[in-house]
């Protein structure tokens, strides 16, 4: 099992650095698949916020269930950051493509906080999914502090 999964990061190190073709139709493909993936993580990692923050009510089995969505889509996005892709990118800054072991670092932190969420949503405690989410939002906000045009 470990062995499958460092060869599973090896592989997804290995395609991100590489062009998007070894997994999408064309670059522009690739875009709108990063978009997407990153759209439908923020809508469930949002509903999570919403208890979270207080404005709708707790609800243990809501929180599983979008907190799975939030620790597999954050497993998606990385290799459609591929090189072919930064010259058609408008909401990325070149760093990106500049500093791929940083870049990978961030992207490990959001799958490690993420599983962390789902973890923390799984005891069913409240405090627990606070703590959690908070950590997983700053992973989210560091990233896009550093990659993200806006
Ligand atoms: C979201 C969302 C983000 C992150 C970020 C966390 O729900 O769309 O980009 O959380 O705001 O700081």
Known sequence: ?????????????VT??????AQFAKPETAIKYRQSVMFV?????GRIGAMANGKVPYDAKAAIANAELVATMAKLPWPAFATDTEKHSHEVKPALWKEPAKF???????EETSGKLLAAAKTEKLEDLKAAFGETAR??????DAYRKD
Request: with cysteine.
């Open 104 to 110: 990978k670092e961030h992207a490990d932190k959001l």
């Open 1 to 13: 099992m470990k062995f499958a999964v460092s060869a599973l990061l090896a592989a997804a190190a």
């Open 41 to 45: 993580m923020a809508q469930h990692f």
């Open 16 to 21: 991100l650095a590489g062009p998007a073709s």
């Open 139 to 144: 992973s989210c906000k560091s990233c896009h």
